[in-house]
């Protein structure tokens, strides 16, 4: 009974991530009217490619597709705020971690400030996830389930990709 329990919320926490991870390449991409270094177009057009590539992935059926669409372009909209905020304060941190005349409490206290702010985005995202989940049939989540672990773990098609199964290589390669 524990052991399904334990599976039921890795489960949960993996569909979670899988949801999450969609949305966050949106935040990484987001903010296309507050600055001219996104575009728009783009924006929109690569959250839905991510979405439509999730969905096939999983065999989502049209309806779910759809669900998840709009839940997906409804989180990145009520998260603009933010994560508006957070990409000012990251440019802001990185410039007092340039400054000769920053202190390390004020690079500090800007770290804290933009945690904070990460922190209310990805209770948003968390929330999302949580919707998602309930959109998911059981397979789905375990599909979810199992390619996030294939990539934890390094047995999946992102095992090149995954740096813990090249360390042995690359160790090889370092001369002292």
């Keep these: 009974m524990k052991t399904n329990l334990t599976k039921i919320g ?3 926490a993996i569909a979670a991530g899988a949801i999450i991870c969609s949305i966050a390449y949106q935040s990484a991409v987001a903010t ?8 728009s177009d783009f ?13 096939k992935r999983i065999g989502a059926t049209p309806e779910q597709t759809t669900k998840l669409s709009a839940l997906v372009s409804q989180t990145r909209e009520s998260t603009r705020p933010e ?9 802001e941190l ?5 400054s000769d005349e920053a202190t390390d409490e ?9 945690r904070a702010v ?41 095992k090149l990709h995954n740096l813990r199964s090249m360390g042995p290589s ?7």
């Design 170 to 176: 690359l160790m090889n390669d370092v001369t002292d």
């Design 32 to 39: 296309p009217e507050a600055t001219p270094l996104i575009d």
């Design 118 to 158: 990460h922190e209310k985005i990805m209770d948003e995202r968390l929330q999302a996830a949580l919707k998602a989940r309930q959109v998911l049939s059981h397979e789905q989540r375990e599909k979810i389930n199992k390619r996030i672990s294939d990539f934890i773990t390094g047995d999946g098609p992102e």
């Design 10 to 12: 890795i489960t949960s």
């Design 43 to 55: 924006d929109a057009a690569v959250g839905k490619f991510l979405v439509k590539r999730f969905c």
């Design 94 to 98: 990185s410039e007092l971690y340039a």
């Design 106 to 114: 004020q690079v500090k206290a800007k770290a804290l400030e933009l």
């Design 83 to 91: 994560r508006e905020q957070l990409r000012e304060g990251a440019l």
